[in-house]
């Protein structure tokens, strides 16, 4: 006798686009899931508000930043003027990926596989280094946004 699970691993249908402060992007969910890879074990609600924390997190994180482009003029994040160097909607990018970093993170590690034997604690063990990796992504964005290099060092 043998088991065969359908539907499983499946996108389920997405929730329309998140939308923001006003000066930063909407998230769309359905390109988060596809950016990260992650199918339909993740649920639309959790996926949401794994989403929505994100942001609000990356708001606060950059609201210092937000205002001081405001008081230059800018309405929208697409008013900034980006450095030369910088690819077309800079911002833009590090923005989402310092959100989707942010939402990945937190999903993996409240998705460790459920498991009694020592393949799964070392499965769950990776996912949370994995986790770790994806938030210093989130990390280094936003320094990248403000302009601040990626490594802080501190003498103890």
């Known amino acids: 006798m043998s088991l065969i699970a359908a539907g499983t691993g499946t996108a389920p249908d997405e929730p329309e686009t998140l939308e923001n402060n006003g000066f930063w992007p909407a998230i769309a969910p359905r390109d988060f899931r596809d950016a990260t890879r992650l199918d339909g074990t993740v649920t639309a ?33 697409e008013d900034v003027t980006p ?10 990018l590090l923005y989402r990926r310092a959100v989707y970093a942010t939402a990945h993170a937190s999903l993996l590690e409240r998705y460790r596989d459920v498991s009694a034997t020592e393949d799964g604690d070392e499965r769950g063990e990776a996912k949370d280094h994995a986790a770790d990796d994806i938030r210093r992504d989130a990390r280094w964005a936003v320094a990248e946004i403000e302009g601040r290099q990626h490594t802080t060092v501190e003498l103890i």
């Open 83 to 92: 450095p030369a160097w910088a690819i077309a909607k800079h911002y833009a």
């Open 45 to 77: 609600p959790r996926l949401v508000q794994a989403l929505q924390v994100a942001m609000a997190d990356v708001n606060r994180q950059l609201a210092d930043w937000q205002q001081d482009q405001q008081d230059e003029g800018a309405q929208t994040l």
